[in-house]
């Protein structure tokens, strides 16, 4: 069944954690398909990835363009499985999670590792879990979602959610927000399982690199939301 699946990977200067990611994914789900889209990273990621020898291993390396939501759309729209993941790239101690992520697939569209549903947990600093809480809640509440983790950056989906949404790539992490929703509005079937957010490897993360890349991040997502509420209606 994992031949089955793709999962896709985004980097920039992941160095640091982007072999234990891609080998973790080939210890748990081997014979699954890897695509990797690396942003034209200075420090070696790539020549990293480019050395695994895994047959099933896509890379592509983009120069001119840059940006999560475009490169979740360029793995999209690469892979072949019949279930489609994303999970990031220096989050590979949860994905031993994705076998029993598939399994939920049995009676759902898209599976979401939740870290606001019972039993789940959020180990970064505090500044960073009170805000992520505070987005979530925020966001659920004035969207009427039922997902508890809209801003969740690992889960697994049928490809079939395709039939119905697309993700509309712009922005950085807050088109998932989006993704989820109007999946959730087209009445697909979403399951929450929880985890815990480990603390970033060596502190490496998208969306906070600095106090000021979180703070514009923030402002985008809630322009975004916004954006959603309107076009909802």
Known sequence: MNNDISIILSTYNEKAS?????????EHLNGAEIIVVDDNSPDGTLEI????NYEKLKVFSRKKSKGLATAFLLGLINSNGKYVGWVDSNMGQVVKRFPDMLK???NNDIVILSRYVP????ERGRFR?????????FTKFVLRSKINDLSSG?????RTVLDDVV???KGHGEFIIEFFYMAEKKGNKIIEIPYNHPVDLEGNSKSFPNLAKFLQFGFFY???ILQIIFKGK
Request: no cysteine; net charge positive.
């Open 104 to 106: 939920e697939l049995d």
């Open 49 to 52: 990835i480019k050395s695994i």
């Open 154 to 158: 690992i889960f697994l989906m049928k």
């Open 119 to 122: 039993g789940g947990n959020d």
């Open 167 to 169: 993700p509309v790539a």
């Open 129 to 137: 879990v009170i805000v992520s809480f505070l987005l979530n809640k």
């Open 18 to 26: 982007i072999k234990f990611t891609i080998n973790k994914i080939i």
């Open 222 to 224: 809630f322009v975004r």
